[in-house]
C-alpha cells in the first residue's frame, strides 16, 4: 500500500485516518467539501486535497487515480442520495485493484442477522423519519450505499461503527460479524480507534467482502468474552 484516498478527509474520522495513514508511511489524497480544506491546515505539505463534494464523480476519478486503497466516510446527508452517491462513484470509478473501506454504524446490516438494542432501533424509527422530514439526514440512503456496496465484487470492507467517543488511542477494536454478539455489547470505541480500524482494514485480507461491526477492546464486554484478545482482530461469528 503506497498511496491511498480518504473520501471525507475533512471530517472528525477523516482527520484522524490522515495521522493513522501518515504514520504509516502512506501518501494520501484526500476529498473533502471546498469549505472544509481549513480543516485539514495542519497537514499542510503532506496530503493532497481535491475540494469537491463526495459524490461528484469526476472528483472521485481524479482523486482516486493511483490509489492502492480508498478509505470512504458514508455521510448521509441531506435527502439527496449523498452517500449511495459516493459510494457508487466509489464503486464505479477507483482504480480496479483498489481496496476499499466504507465507514458505517451498526445499524446497517448485511444478512438481517443482526440483533439490535431498544436504543439503536429508537433512533432509526423514530429519529430517522424526523431527521429526513427536517431534509437534514437520510438514515435510508447510507442503507442503499452499504447495498450497493454489498452487491459488489470489488475488495470492499465495510467497517459498522460503534457509539463513538474522544479519547486516547486504546488499539485496535474487536470486531464480530453480527451485532447481538456479546463481546459488542460495550457499544463503545474511541474515534481514533474507529480510524485505526479503517486505516488497518486496507492491508488485512481477512476483511475483504467482510462487514465488521466493532467495539473498543477495552470494553467489559470485551474482557467477559474476550479475555485472550491481545492484539490481533477479532473475528467473531
Ligand atoms: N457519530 C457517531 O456516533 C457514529 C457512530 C457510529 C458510526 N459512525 C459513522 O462514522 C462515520 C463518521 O461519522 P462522524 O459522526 O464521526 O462524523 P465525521 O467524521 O465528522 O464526518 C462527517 C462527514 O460528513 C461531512 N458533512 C458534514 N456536514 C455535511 C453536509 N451538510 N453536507 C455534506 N457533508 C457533510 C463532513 O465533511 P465536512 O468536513 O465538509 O463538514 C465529514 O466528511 C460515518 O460513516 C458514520 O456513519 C458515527
Partial sequence: MKRICIVGISGKLGQYMVEHALARGYEVNGVCRPESVGKLDRFAGRITIHPGRTDDRAVIAKATEGCDGVLVVLAPWGVQD??????????????PAARLVFSCGWHISRDGRDRYGWKIRA????????????????????????????????????????DLEEGESEGLPVWARHVGDPILASNLTRRTDF????????????????????????????????????????ARQ
Fill in 195 to 234: 480510524a485505526l480500524f479503517m486505516v488497518a482494514a486496507l492491508t488485512d485480507p481477512a476483511l475483504i467482502r467482510e462487514a465488521p461491526a466493532i467495539t473498543g477492546r477495552n470494553g467489559a464486554s470485551v474482557r467477559a468474552n474476550a479475555p485472550q484478545v491481545t492484539g490481533a482482530v477479532q
Fill in 123 to 162: 433512533i432509526v424509527a423514530i429519529g430517522g423519519p424526523i431527521l429526513r422530514a427536517l431534509r437534514l439526514v437520510d438514515l435510508d440512503d447510507q442503507v442503499r450505499a452499504t447495498d450497493l456496496v454489498f452487491a459488489s465484487s470489488r475488495d470492499w470492507t465495510v467497517v459498522r461503527g460503534s
Fill in 82 to 95: 449523498y452517500a449511495s452517491g459516493t459510494a457508487r462513484a466509489v464503486l464505479d470509478l477507483a482504480p
